[in-house]
């Protein structure tokens, strides 16, 4: 290997084993103290956890490309599971799907959801006020992205139950071929297959944004493939994501009870609340990308070909870029800038309708429930690439 | 018709020339003598064009040579009569004009994709100057109906060559062909472009495949006051709290109202992300971002308050803040 100026520090610590997993932060940590490029040999790629180098492979998406998959496997080699998704897309096949979506999901057509959005917070939010106890993720956070954004995408009811075991399936692969991605892809052909079957023209209502999509095949922006592949894909960003960052946000907020008084004083706070929610806890934490030319980043020689380990979530929590207190939950802090839903070219297009859904389901709670605090150990998923948890049990007074 | 839009210089027109078919490019000297204020590329001026009629001009003289202005004026025979007027001044003419002002800022970046249609060229002219002289990768693609009619296209292709500078002339080439001057998009490139609505809006409908804030426009859309663009000190009141916010000139809507402890969540605070989007109750907003649409735009309900201000005339924006 070429050294334009040093070596990598080469990390024998797996990201991706069971205490990592659990709890990343120690590991994110020492992660920044050996640079901010280093080499995983469990891996075999470059782990990328600075905020500025980050921040360099996501906007940089010519050298840092896409098309490799996010997974550790280079699928331009060894075909993936599934049709590459727009996610794991270059321009000009990306550009086209990335325009196709945005032409769909945009402020106006967001905003027009906060009406339809309401009522199903409203009523969850009421019951759960009721009870001085519940689990926040089984109860709330896998419930209410569930009620609201198949709808809003336009799927029909039958074979929604394959949405979250789907979801699983997708983001697990963006890590190794472990017992995780194994686990997650049991009864897999029978989810993918259910899932597609949903993003076909004939099982979608008129009105979601899954016909909008298909209404730019008819237009001759996309092929008929791109269409069923862009519902695909939204019905796979869309759901854990969202069910994630609603729980983080509820992790983090039961931990606090300052921040609650705060926000339940002033609820229009919510969205920032989530905000650095959503850089604290990312739902979102790392995933591939692939170098296409040898390059030098923070220093360091990587080799085309090469895989680098994007950590979103030790970029949204580096010191450099976000303080000493980077670790903590402030909820006056601007935590603009972070990268939970990504930078650049594949940057989030669905991000004002997830900022929606987790403002309005916490906005509701807040308007319902006096405090709130654990009430029990949280239960933290094993997951290849996502940050969220299983269960958080908590207790409640209602208002 | 029009209200004031902030303090006005008395000029003279020091030179007329005419650049191209019904283009004039007018050189603008301070009457007293006297240099103008420093302005970046992108920037204009407000020409008082007589019978209360206020126009805004690019700036297409170079940012370095401050004892002149230079704008050109393409003559519009259905508009309004803002260029007839100007076509008709000749030199020696007293003329009343503001400072330079800039809605249309280059942001740094490696790379810059120029896209000129028409009299677009001219708020770009300074931008290329900007992009050569700090060494950047940048192409401008300038299109128009033919060469004839396409001011600077010469003086540019000389400067510069012909690899950075492409003139389609619809006249010897056809139309500009957008999907393949946007179909591929770059890394950390920038895109300004200026010129026609309907050449604009074909550009925003192929850069929605590029990275978010990746574009920039400048349009010459008559505020409804018809008045000049905003430059001077407004009232912003908050809808929800009753506090009424001043927005000094060198302030934003957002830092203004940030600085009397009232949150708005931004994240990219220049007009290109659309986080701190805020719903308008009263008042016209002058758009400055790069993310809403022409719809958004028109329907005149929200605004991004990290870059957009009130329109000239407009003295209080009520906000759902």
Known sequence: MTVTTHDANVLDEDPFDTANLLDPYPFLGRLRDAGAVSYLESAGSYAVAGY???????????????????????????????????????????????????????????????????????????????????????????????????????????????????????????????????????????????????????????????????????????????????VRALLSAGVDTTIFGIGNTLSVLARYPEAWA????????????????????????????????????GGVHIPAGAKVLVFLGAANRDPRKWGENADDFDLNRNASGHVAFGMGLHQCVGQPIARLEMEIVLQQLLERVATIEPAGAPVPILHNVLRGFESLPVRVTAA | MSASAGATIDAVVDQVDVVADQVVSLVLRRADGQPFQPWQPGAHIDVHVGDGLIRQYSLCSSPDELDHL?????????????????????????????????????????????IAGGIGITPLIPMLEAAQAAGKEWTLIYGGRSRNTMAFAQQLEDLYGTDRIRIIAEDEAGRLDLDQILGMPRAHMLVYACGPGGLLGAVEERCMGWPPGALHTERFVASTLGAAAANA?????????????????????????????????????????????????????????????QEDRDAGEIMLVCVSRAAAGCSRLVLDL
């Open chain 2, 233 to 293: 000190p407004f009232e912003v009141e908050l809808a929800r709290t009753g506090t009424t916010v001043t927005v000094p000139n060198d302030k934003t809507i957002l830092e203004a109202v940030e600085e009397v402890g009232v949150r708005v969540l931004s994240s990219c605070r220049g007009g290109l992300c659309g986080t701190c989007e805020t719903q308008i109750i009263a008042g016209e907003p002058e758009h400055r971002d790069a993310v809403l649409t």
């Open chain 1, 52 to 230: 500025q180098e980050v921040y360099e492979v996501l906007t940089d998406f010519e050298t840092y490309i896409s098309s490799g998959g996010l997974g550790p496997r280079d699928i331009r080699k060894d075909s993936g599971w599934r049709p590459p998704s727009i996610l794991e897309s270059d321009p000009p096949i990306h550009t086209v799907m990335r325009r196709a979506l945005t032409g769909v999901i945009n402020p106006g057509t967001v905003r027009a959801l906060r009406e339809p959005f309401t009522p199903p917070a409203v009523e969850l939010t009421e019951q759960l006020a009721r009870r001085n106890r519940f689990d926040a993720i089984t109860d709330l956070a896998e419930k209410y992205p569930l009620r609201v954004f198949p709808d809003a995408v336009g799927i029909p009811d039958v074979g929604r139950e394959h949405l979250l075991p789907y979801g699983n399936m997708v983001f697990n692969a963006f890590g190794p071929e472990n017992y995780i991605f194994k686990q997650a892809f049991a009864q897999g052909d029978e989810h993918a297959a259910a899932v597609m079957r949903n993003c076909q023209r004939e099982n979608l209502d008129d009105t979601g944004f899954g016909a909008q999509i298909w209404k730019r095949v008819e237009d001759g922006l996309i092929t008929e493939q791109q269409a069923t592949l862009l």
């Open chain 1, 262 to 297: 705060q926000l339940r004083e002033n609820p229009k706070m919510a969205k920032f609340a989530v905000d650095e929610a959503l850089r604290l806890e990312s739902p979102f934490q790392k995933f591939h990308r692939t170098v296409a030319v040898d390059t030098v980043l």
């Open chain 2, 70 to 114: 230079r704008i050109g004026v393409l003559h519009v025979p259905d508009s309004r009569g803002g260029s007839k007027a100007v076509h008709a001044l000749l030199a020696g003419t007293p003329l009343t004009i503001s400072e330079p002002r800039n809605n249309f800022p280059l942001r740094e970046s490696r790379r810059y994709l120029y």
